[in-house]
């Protein structure tokens, strides 16, 4: 990443640490930036040349941006839906939850970048995003043990139910997320968002997470 030199207005709703790091982080890049509460004041005319972050929690990610136009979002996975009017306007949309040395990287880059998004792709990750919410919580469980490697018995026996009762909650895992196979319910839950549990039992180093629960 080189020096960006231009103006860059960060806007969230309220005091949100990412916001904050971004902030720092593109401004030790050369970008001048400027950190707004979005909830507090409008972002008035701050100038043509300004580009406009926008950093929001999801809940309140509306009240935060109704009156910008921003280049760039970024949001939890769960706000997509929410964000497709300005994708469709040309913003680019990232992920929140993306590490943070990746992120800032995506948000320099896309403040470079003349490319416009794909609304269509971000229209299919928030199909897929209200999928998983569809799940229920037998079903997201396993899926959940799934990501941490586990099998249709090791789950099973960890859970004392059946492996026939397993194996048809992850048969309802792929037909409510329109997959064939494991691996691709999987990849769904990988790219629109890691439960927490998941990251949990990962950022512990476990095998399978049966030592973090």
């Not at 972050?53 to 769960?78: E, H, N, T």
């Not at 299919?124 to 999928?131: G, L, N, T, Y």
Request: aromatic share 2%; with cysteine.
């Amino acid at each position: 990443m080189g020096g960006g030199g231009g103006a860059v207005l960060v806007v969230a709703p309220g005091i949100v640490p990412l916001a904050v790091g971004l902030a720092g982080a593109l401004h030790a890049t050369g970008w001048a930036t400027t950190l707004l509460d979005g909830l507090d004041r409008r972002p008035g005319d701050a100038g043509s040349s300004t580009v406009r972050v926008a950093v929001a929690d999801g809940v309140r990610i509306g009240r935060a941006v109704r009156y910008l136009d921003p280049s760039v979002c970024v949001v939890p996975v769960r706000a997509l839906p929410l964000l497709l009017p300005f994708a469709e306007r040309g913003a680019r949309v990232l992920d929140a939850d993306a590490p943070f040395t990746l992120l800032v990287r995506l948000v320099d880059e896309a403040l470079r970048e003349e490319r416009r998004p794909d609304p269509g792709a971000l229209r299919r990750r928030a199909a897929e995003v209200e999928a998983l919410e569809r799940l229920t919580p037998q079903e997201s469980q396993t899926l959940q043990a799934l990501m941490l490697g586990e099998t249709a018995a090791e789950i099973a026996t960890r859970t004392s139910r059946s492996v026939h009762t397993v194996r048809s909650q992850i048969k309802a895992v792929l037909a409510k997320l329109g997959v064939r196979s494991q691996t691709a319910a999987t990849a769904v839950a990988e790219r629109s968002g890691v439960p927490l549990t998941v990251q949990l039992a990962r950022a512990q180093f476990t095998n399978c997470g049966d030592e973090a629960r």
